[in-house]
């Protein structure tokens, strides 16, 4: 089955202690991306991915770090998380540029930081 | 920058009856256009997109949208909803160049559906 696949899909951690949220996905895409969503701010890309070894920031990259290795893998890394990190975090892939193409989601990760 | 407003934060809707989403876009050229659907615990899943051609588009589980560029809109229909779609909507444009930009969502819009 095609399928973006998070894991913790819950978490719960402390300021400062660093996290990695894996995404991983079965259908050979180039294109990966992370997003946050946020009651009332609807969804924010963090970054983004076009290919191996290729990263680039979204629009709220503060805090955050990802890797692309693997094609089939897009870890979002969180270094020394804190509260206003608190959120729903979505990792979504596509075939092509995401502007041509569908973006398949993840189910998210949802993670809360005391 | 592109941007996308869904004037509607709810919506309540009755079983059986008509529905349509409402959704405006900003973008200095041709908007690539979708309509994502994410049902509670879930993640996202794409409804309907609009690229190019006939500006009526028909999507999945009875979907339709219609893209105005004089109004800016890309309005999503449904002539009967279902329990079921009681979900948040989101609309969403890219980059018509097919860059490498991310899709900027609207903020959502919560529909409700009385039995």
């Known amino acids: 089955e095609a399928q973006v696949t998070q894991n913790p899909r819950y978490l719960i951690t402390v300021t400062g202690k660093k996290l990695t949220v894996t995404c991983s996905q079965n259908m050979n895409h180039e294109y990966m991306s992370w997003y946050r969503q946020d009651p009332g701010l609807g969804l924010r890309q963090i970054y983004y991915s076009m290919n191996v070894e290729v990263t680039d920031k979204g629009d709220v990259p503060e805090g955050y770090k990802v890797s692309r290795k693997e094609k089939r893998n897009f870890p979002l890394i969180l270094e020394s998380p804190s509260p206003n990190q608190t959120s729903l975090y979505f990792c979504a892939s596509s075939p092509s540029g995401v502007g041509t193409g569908e973006l398949f989601f993840g189910e998210g990760s949802r993670l809360t930081v005391l | 920058a592109q941007s996308v407003t869904q004037p509607d934060i709810h919506i309540t809707v009755s079983e059986g009856a008509s529905l349509e989403l409402r959704c405006n876009y900003s973008?200095?050229?041709?908007?690539?256009l979708f309509w994502y659907v994410q049902s509670p615990g879930q993640g996202l899943q794409l409804l309907l997109k609009y690229f190019s051609g006939d500006t009526l588009v028909q999507g999945i589980k009875g979907f339709e949208a219609e893209f105005k560029r004089s109004q800016s809109s890309f309005n999503l229909r449904k002539p009967s909803v279902h329990w079921s779609d009681a979900a948040e909507y989101f609309c969403?444009?890219?980059?018509?160049?097919?860059?490498?930009?991310?899709?900027?969502f609207g903020k959502g819009t919560h529909l409700i559906i009385q039995p």
């Open positions: 969403a444009v890219g980059a018509a160049r097919g860059g490498a930009d991310g899709l900027t």
């Open positions: 973008y200095g050229a041709t908007p690539y």
